[in-house]
């Protein structure tokens, strides 16, 4: 390999890391978000998600946060929907 082909791949690899850190980087962003979110509705603030950056330490102290801490979130009721009776009732007036 003569000089010019080494400066033509190290560019060629220069430009492919760099194309990888910034998809790396745009997933990271996104899944932090994801985290924020899941936190935000979990009544818990979002900035924990922030652990997230520790690399997989962050993510085992982020799964064991949402395993086990208290979520303080309204329940949903039994019957949120009751379907009206089928036939209609008569209507009575007396």
């Not at 430009?15 to 996104?30: D, R």
């Not at 936190?39 to 979002?46: I, L, N, R, Y």
């Not at 520790?54 to 102290?61: F, K, N, S, T, V």
């Amino acid at each position: 390999m003569d000089q010019n082909q080494v400066q033509q791949m190290s560019a060629l690899f220069a430009g492919m890391g760099m194309i990888f850190l910034l998809i790396a980087f745009a997933v990271a962003v996104f899944v932090i978000f994801l985290f924020w979110r899941i936190f935000s509705k979990a009544g818990m603030p979002g900035p924990l998600a922030l652990i997230l950056l520790l690399g997989p330490p962050g993510m085992l102290i982020v799964a064991c946060i949402l395993a086990f801490a208290e979520w303080k979130v309204v329940p949903v009721p039994a019957l949120a929907y009751v379907p009206p009776a089928y036939p209609p009732a008569p209507n009575v007036q007396g």
